[in-house]
Each structure stands twice: as C-alpha cells, then as structure tokens.
C-alpha cells in the first residue's frame, strides 16, 4: 500500500527492560519530555524531535513508548557518560535514540535539538556524546543571537549496492530508472547509520514521492538501512533532498542530519566536490517544513560535520 503522507505508523511492542543507567551529572537538566525542531529556527519548520536531558530510570520499553506517543521521527535520551568516553566534566553523556517503532544507532537532527537544548540550559561551547555509532563531538556557538549546533560524524565509510536491491529499490518507489541522474550514482554512505542515496534528474521527480511503504521497509531491514537519501542537484554545492523512513515507522524525515553526513561521504568518494567544501542540503520543503543543513568537508580530516539551528515548539 502505499503512503503519501506525514502519520505515523503504530510501534511494535517494545523489548525486555535493562537495568536503568546513571543520571548525568547537572542538576540543571529535567526528566521532561522537551520538544524541539532541528535544522530550522521556525517551530513550524525543520524535524521535531523529543529530548529527555535526564532519562535516569527509563527503561527502553518506557523510552520506546514515549518516542512512540510523540510520534516524532526520532526522541533522544541523556544519561551519564561511560568513565572512559573523556569530554568536559558536565558536558559529557550518553545519549540513545527511539523511533516510534524501535531504537536507532544515531540520528541527527536528535542530536542538533539536544545540543541546543543543553546550550540552554548550561551553555554553548563543547559537548562530548556516547552514541551507538560511536562519540560524536558536538560544538555549539551563538551566531547573531541563534544557538548554532555543528556535529562531527564517526569515521564514514560508501559501498556499491547490488544491481538487484536498486532494481526494488527503484519498485518501490515507482521511479523509472531512467529518472535517475547518471552523474550522480546510487551508493550505500554510512556515517553513523547505513543510507542508500539516490539521485533524481530533476527537481519534480524528487517532488513526486509516493512510495509503496512495506515493501521498501523490507528492502530496507535486509540491508540495515535507516533511510533512503533521495537528492536532486541544483548546484555544484546545493542539494534538495527527501529521506523515506519506513523502517523508523515514518513515512518521511523532515530534515536528516545522519543521512546529510553520509551524503558528505558519498560527494567527497565521488569527486562531487574538493577534499575542502560545504555543501547546502535543502530538506522538508515538500512536507511544508522547509529546513536547511549545512554539509562540512575539511581536508585532511575524513569525518564530516553538520550543522544547524534548533528551537523549542510551541506546545500551545
């Protein structure tokens, strides 16, 4: 069947509840469910998503329930750090991250909201977080009077994907293959979480999104991946870009800070671009939740950096 629009699926059952993980070390930071959009400085724009900045004694079934009754694309939960993972004292945690249908390795946007909901609350400056992919280094700094969030990937990595998976890949989403950009060609990046990017010709096939939802979930849990990084190239340095993410119960991710950073790796692999760029990544736009992120490259150094904005939504 497929699907068209934003609603979310109903969560799986959740599983069996560990042994709840330590509270991190301020006293500024609440067990409340906060509420913030990434990669825009509108509440009506960007991604939504859910921090809980003290999720002390929350196991992953109660973690799971809540990502799954705010029905946002991904809800991030802090707790202290491991003792080896370094960062300053008090700007160090261990953050995981829910779907509405499951846990997932890393996520972006989560991860700008929560940033700036920390920068709030203690300040900007570094942050150091323990994630499923890995650490990742998180810095936040005021540019005319916005908190800005700049996150740097785990090591990246982009595969070839087999002639078979694009071939069902392109069944279900009804694209021609034809409708492909030759330029562009469909690779596998990883920066955290697995994302095959594909590239449309042109701007009203990107636009033009209305996927069959089950079968390219399956397709997607044989191949671990998170979603699917659909782009259009406007520019030498400016993408649109659309993620489908059924696997996460979403039909699509307003705004991708994980699949943004393996799109880094994809262009950088490619030749797309210089070993030095920044690339301007335009997502939500056809949702009517425009959001921007900003793609770095720095030579010498394989990671890749993302930034954005983020600000609280309005819960009344």
Same mark, same amino acid.
């Given at each position: 069947?497929?699907?068209?629009?934003?609603?979310?699926?109903?969560?799986?059952?959740?599983?069996?509840?560990?042994?709840?993980?330590? @509270?991190? &070390?301020? /006293?500024?930071?609440? +067990? %409340?469910?906060?509420?913030? #959009? =990434?990669?825009?400085? $509108?509440?009506? *724009?960007?991604?939504?998503?859910?921090?809980?900045?003290?999720?002390?004694?929350?196991?992953?079934?109660?973690?799971? @329930?809540? &990502?799954? /009754?705010?029905?946002? +694309? %991904?809800?991030?939960?802090? #707790? =202290?750090?491991?003792? $080896?993972?370094? *960062?300053?004292?008090?700007?160090?945690?261990?953050?995981?991250?829910?779907?509405?249908?499951?846990?997932?390795?890393?996520?972006?946007?989560?991860?700008?909201?929560?940033?700036?909901?920390?920068?709030?609350?203690?300040?900007?400056? $570094?942050?150091?977080?323990?994630?499923?992919?890995?650490?990742?280094?998180?810095?936040?700094?005021?540019?005319?009077?916005?908190?800005?969030?700049?996150?740097?990937?785990?090591?990246?990595?982009?595969?070839?994907?087999?002639?078979?998976?694009?071939?069902?890949?392109?069944?279900?989403?009804?694209?021609?293959?034809?409708?492909?950009?030759?330029?562009?060609?469909?690779?596998?990046?990883?920066?955290?979480?697995?994302?095959?990017?594909?590239?449309?010709?042109?701007?009203?096939?990107?636009?033009?999104?209305?996927?069959?939802?089950?079968?390219?979930?399956?397709?997607?849990?044989?191949?671990?991946?998170?979603?699917?990084?659909?782009?259009?190239?406007?520019?030498?340095?400016?993408?649109?870009?659309?993620?489908?993410?059924?696997?996460?119960?979403?039909?699509?991710?307003?705004?991708?800070?994980?699949?943004?950073?393996?799109?880094?790796?994809?262009?950088?692999?490619?030749?797309?671009?210089?070993?030095?760029?920044?690339?301007?990544?335009?997502?939500?736009?056809?949702?009517?939740?425009?959001?921007?992120?900003?793609?770095?490259?720095?030579?010498?150094?394989?990671?890749?950096?993302?930034?954005?904005?983020?600000?609280?939504?309005?819960?009344?």
């Amino acid at each position: 069947m497929a699907h068209n629009d934003t609603a979310q699926d109903a969560a799986r059952p959740a599983p069996g509840a560990p042994t709840p993980e330590a @509270a991190p &070390a301020s /006293g500024a930071l609440t +067990s %409340e469910v906060l509420r913030y #959009t =990434a990669f825009s400085d $509108d509440p009506k *724009g960007g991604n939504p998503a859910g921090v809980v900045l003290d999720a002390t004694g929350l196991d992953d079934a109660a973690r799971l @329930a809540i &990502a799954a /009754g705010l029905g946002y +694309s %991904e809800t991030a939960f802090l #707790t =202290a750090p491991p003792e $080896d993972l370094g *960062g300053e004292p008090g700007r160090a945690f261990t953050v995981r991250f829910f779907s509405p249908l499951a846990e997932v390795a890393f996520c972006g946007h989560a991860t700008v909201a929560t940033a700036v909901a920390l920068a709030e609350r203690i300040g900007p400056g $570094d942050l150091l977080f323990a994630t499923q992919a890995g650490p990742v280094p998180v810095t936040v700094r005021e540019v005319d009077g916005t908190l800005q969030a700049t996150l740097t990937s785990v090591a990246p990595h982009v595969s070839d994907v087999a002639e078979a998976d694009l071939t069902e890949a392109l069944a279900a989403l009804d694209w021609p293959a034809a409708d492909l950009d030759p330029a562009l060609p469909p690779r596998i990046a990883f920066a955290g979480n697995n994302h095959l990017v594909l590239a449309a010709a042109t701007r009203d096939r990107l636009a033009a999104l209305d996927y069959d939802f089950d079968r390219l979930a399956a397709l997607m849990h044989r191949l671990g991946l998170t979603t699917l990084q659909l782009v259009w190239r406007a520019s030498d340095a400016v993408f649109h870009v659309r993620d489908p993410f059924p696997v996460g119960g979403v039909v699509e991710d307003p705004a991708t800070g994980a699949a943004a950073a393996a799109f880094g790796a994809y262009a950088r692999e490619l030749g797309l671009v210089k070993d030095s760029a920044t690339l301007t990544l335009h997502q939500g736009e056809d949702l009517g939740r425009p959001g921007l992120l900003t793609v770095e490259l720095r030579e010498g150094d394989a990671r890749v950096h993302v930034s954005g904005t983020a600000t609280v939504i309005d819960e009344g």
